[in-house]
């Protein structure tokens, strides 16, 4: 199963469509941080569906009050 295809932007630069989640990579001259490749693996971790998993197999919180497992274990 294929989850990317390829097209050519405008000015004919590589482009990575994007078609199970909702964003596209492009190539940029922009100064960008180290940081800015976490939102592609926080993208593959939701469309894992990690976070549900998570909270049906880790300790449910001990009161009603109390956060979901995937709270803590997402920023990790």
Known sequence: MELTTTTYHQ?????????????????TNETITAHAGL??????????????????????????AGYAPSAFVEPL
């Open 11 to 27: 000015r004919g630069e590589a482009m990575m469509t994007q078609t199970v989640l909702p964003f596209k990579l492009e190539v």
């Open 39 to 64: 939102v592609v693996f926080g993208e593959f971790v939701h469309g894992l569906g990690l976070n549900a998993l998570v909270n049906r197999n880790l300790p449910k919180p001990g009161s009603g």
